[in-house]
């Protein structure tokens, strides 16, 4: 069966690193209240990781360092078409009291251990690793 559309998305693993252990900020989805990562449409005159990062404000109220390359993507197959989800890893520098969606999604810090736990998604677990990979040399007691 042929995709009706194919969409291009970008998101960001927003995380932050205390007394070397690794931990990983998830939101909830809108409808289903599922953890998830912050996505969204790259938006036209931005990059996929300028939209990534813009996400990350509006759904999870953080502000950070976003770093290229990507970790990897993932895709959803929806009954309109699938979407490729490209994800960058993102340094969360400033958390924010009030956002745009914070009536709409719940937000929470969890371990690492935790964070693939909660993502039921073994993609985006594939790519939380990857980010701990990345980072190995930091959260090495």
């Not at 929470?108 to 690793?129: G, H, R, S, T």
Request: aromatic letters at 10%; charged letters at 30%; hydrophobic letters at 40%.
């Amino acid at each position: 069966m042929l995709d009706l559309y194919y969409f291009s998305q970008s998101g960001v693993i927003p995380y932050r690193i205390i007394n070397k252990k690794l931990e990983i900020l998830l939101i909830t989805s809108t409808r289903k209240k599922k953890w998830i990562i912050p996505k969204g449409f790259v938006e036209f005159r931005l990059s996929a990781l300028e939209s990534a990062i813009k996400e990350a404000y509006e759904e999870a109220g953080v502000v950070g360092e976003g770093d290229i390359p990507e970790l990897g993507y993932y895709e959803i197959q929806k009954d309109i078409g699938r979407i490729e989800v490209k994800v960058y890893p993102m340094k969360v520098l400033t958390i924010l009291d009030s956002y745009p969606e914070e009536n709409l999604r719940r937000r929470k810090w969890f371990d690492f251990e935790d964070a693939i736990e909660k993502v039921n998604n073994p993609l985006i677990a594939k790519l939380l690793n990857e980010l701990k990979e990345r980072l190995i040399l930091e959260i090495i007691p």
